[in-house]
């Protein structure tokens, strides 16, 4: 199976002394810090609707992006991102046999480098996928990355030998990928806290779910997806009356 999951906006940009591979897009990612830096911190602001310091800090980052930079400049994209997802994820705790799995069977979207691998060097940025930053390809990320992103995890499932993605990602990021032109059976956890009026999602444990979930396909070698059912992680448990065709219940509490 492909599981395929967000960024996160923090970065976690301590060095670490790893091999790295270069990005598919990183031409696009190039490309599209040549527009970005042509905004101010205003613009930036108002872009992805952040405080003035971030902003500030982004063109900064903006402004430093090198189009071959330096191994110290830069770091594998799941140990550089420090969000929920890769508190559950736990990247820096994978085994090389895990990592080499990784490589080959979890992608990470992105609204800068458009899909990365795990090992993907990366340099520090912030540019999520909703974003409306106009290029010569539309007036969004949406319409910039087109159908190149379905057809990015069409080609890596393939290579996996594979036709099952696990979607881990967010409804942000997996907008991007067209699915009419994605090939592959998607299957979507959903995690779920039972609460005393109905189960909910709740933000917070959800991203950190997924990233678990996503290191559970990773560390079981998982190719069949009725084996996701024996997710038990941070106490979920498989619900089948809550769940659907390709789309597993989990809930806790």
């Not at 678990?212 to 498989?238: C, H, I, N, Q, W």
Request: aromatic share 8%; hydrophobic share 40%; net charge neutral.
């Amino acid at each position: 199976m492909l599981v395929v999951i967000s960024p996160a906006k923090r970065l976690d940009l301590t060095p670490v002394d790893r091999p790295t591979t270069r990005p598919a897009f990183e031409a696009d990612a190039a490309h599209l810090v040549q527009t970005a830096r042509r905004l101010s911190v205003n613009d930036l602001q108002r872009l992805m609707d952040m405080s003035e310091r971030l902003a500030a800090l982004n063109a900064e980052r903006f402004a430093a992006f090198s189009e071959n930079p330096p191994s110290e400049a830069t770091k594998p994209a799941a140990l550089a991102f420090d969000g929920d997802t890769y508190a559950g994820l736990e990247a820096a705790s994978l085994d090389e046999d895990d990592l080499r799995f990784a490589q080959g069977h979890l992608r990470i979207l992105s609204g800068l480098y458009g899909v990365l691998r795990p090992l993907d060097a990366i340099q520090p940025y912030r540019l999520e996928m909703g974003s409306k930053l106009k290029t010569g390809k539309g007036r969004s990320l949406y319409e910039y990355w087109g159908d190149r992103l379905a057809g990015a995890l069409n080609a890596a499932a393939a290579q996996a030998g594979t036709d099952i993605l696990v979607n881990c990602a967010s409804q942000e990021y997996f907008s991007a990928v067209m699915p009419e032109a994605l090939k592959l059976r998607v299957i979507t956890p959903v995690f779920l806290e039972n609460k005393p009026d109905k189960p909910k999602v709740v933000s917070f444990y959800a991203k950190k779910a997924r990233g678990a979930m996503a290191r559970f396909v990773v560390t079981r070698r998982l190719t069949d997806p009725e084996s996701l059912s024996e997710f038990d992680t941070g106490g979920y448990r498989y619900t089948p009356e809550l769940s659907g065709a390709d789309r597993p219940v989990f809930l806790r509490g």
